[in-house]
């Protein structure tokens, strides 16, 4: 289960992932300029109350997706971006997650007891080619940010991470890699994810094959697969990784969101 939040709506292209940005592709059906960026009206989804005056969105609804028809940091957005992280903060109940391909803009209207990240917020960073990764990770890896992952989405040539992921790996929570979707998709090659792969177990990071995208290479075959099977063939080459320690720490985690009254427990010795 997962909740979508959408503060706000529009964007600016600012590289090449963005050329077949699905959020323009379905704004031209209805003739709408993507580039505008505007609060909508579920901006403040995450504190509205039902007649008993009780959240409707709760924790058991799952993640909350966040702004994913815009950049959280877009800088026509700067005005609102203080009441969003109120809301935030407010629902701590409610776990956050957002990608951007803004990390530098990260300090813009930051809340003031930010501190190392709230316990409640994810962000990931896209990069989708080398040059995107050497530009964006230096600072994105460097923020102060408790739970933060990567993206290659949409995976548009080979990556080489190694150097952040061997500074950084025990800061970042996931890897992930996608091929992109839609009539002009451009291809994803299955080297390129495999050698993600790789480089998150050569390091001990999670991994994740989110999608194959429209069109997949591999070997020397190339695949047009539909959009409602990309997430099902990805699933199906059964390459993600999770190191063992890790596994461990989140099971441990889950155990005690679920048990919270044992764990507290002072055992005698």
């Not at 962000?123 to 923020?143: G, H, S």
Request: glycine share 6%; hydrophobic share 30%.
């Amino acid at each position: 289960m997962s909740t979508t939040w959408n503060l706000w709506h529009g964007c600016t292209k600012v590289s090449a992932g963005c050329r077949n940005c699905y959020v323009y592709r379905r704004d031209a059906e209805f003739g709408k300029d993507s580039s505008i960026v505007t609060k909508t009206k579920a901006f403040d989804l995450p504190i509205r109350k039902d007649r008993k005056g009780e959240y409707k969105v709760k924790p058991e609804d799952g993640v909350v997706y966040t702004c994913f028809t815009s950049d959280f940091f877009h800088p026509d957005a700067d005005e609102w971006r203080k009441d969003a992280w109120a809301m935030m903060r407010t629902r701590a109940d409610l776990d956050f997650f957002f990608v951007t391909k803004r990390p530098e803009r990260f300090h813009v209207n930051l809340p003031e007891d930010w501190g190392e990240g709230y316990k409640n917020v994810h962000i990931c960073c896209t990069c989708e080619n080398q040059y995107m990764a050497d530009k964006r990770l230096p600072i994105f890896l460097e923020l102060p940010i408790r739970h933060k992952s990567i993206i290659h989405e949409p995976m548009l040539g080979p990556i080489i991470i190694e150097r952040f992921i061997e500074k950084y790996g025990k800061e970042i929570d996931q890897v992930v890699c996608g091929g992109e979707s839609g009539e002009e998709a451009r291809l994803c090659d299955y080297a390129w994810v495999m050698d993600t792969m790789c480089q998150c177990v050569k390091y001990e990071v999670p991994f994740h094959f989110k999608q194959t995208g429209a069109n997949f290479k591999r070997g020397e075959q190339v695949y047009h697969i539909p959009r409602k099977d990309q997430q099902i063939q990805a699933a199906k080459a059964k390459i993600d990784y999770m190191p063992p320690e890790r596994l461990r720490k989140e099971l441990y985690e889950n155990e005690e969101q679920r048990y919270p009254d044992l764990y507290q427990l002072s055992l005698p010795l």
